[in-house]
């Protein structure tokens, strides 16, 4: 039984593979002529010769990322005071300096 289910586990797998074929598409900026002019008898003869380029193209498959455009809208969080539980604070001290001066403090 295990035997069957290991066999049928690689033939799935061997069937999700795929290979793209290459195929032809006609590359006109390759094409070549040959335009040939006569004169037969005292009427003028034209004669081409064109030979059509083709290229074999094997598709890239890939998996191509698209970017998904998001937008955030920030909502501020309440403030409910220090996070530490302190609830008194210092002020500084009111210092009297003019320019110039240094200030010490004690």
Same mark, same amino acid.
């Given at each position: ?14 069937? &999700?593979? /795929?290979? @793209?074929?290459?195929?032809? !598409?006609? =590359? #006109?900026?390759?094409? $070549? ?21 083709? &290229?074999? /193209?094997? @598709?890239?498959?890939?998996? !191509?990322? =698209? #970017?998904?455009?998001? $937008? ?30 240094? !200030?010490?403090?004690?």
């Amino acid at each position: 039984m295990q035997i069957l289910a290991v066999l049928l586990v690689c033939l799935a797998a061997v069937n &999700a593979y /795929v290979v @793209p074929a290459p195929y032809l !598409v006609r =590359t #006109p900026a390759h094409d $070549s002529a040959i335009i040939k002019s006569d004169r037969l008898g005292g009427n003028f003869a034209w004669s081409t010769v064109e030979g059509h380029a083709y &290229a074999a /193209v094997t @598709p890239v498959v890939q998996r !191509v990322l =698209t #970017p998904v455009g998001v $937008s955030h809208h920030a909502i501020p969080a309440p403030y409910y005071g220090y996070p530490y539980g302190l609830t008194q604070f210092v002020a500084p001290a009111q210092v009297d300096a003019k320019a110039g001066q240094a !200030v010490y403090v004690a």
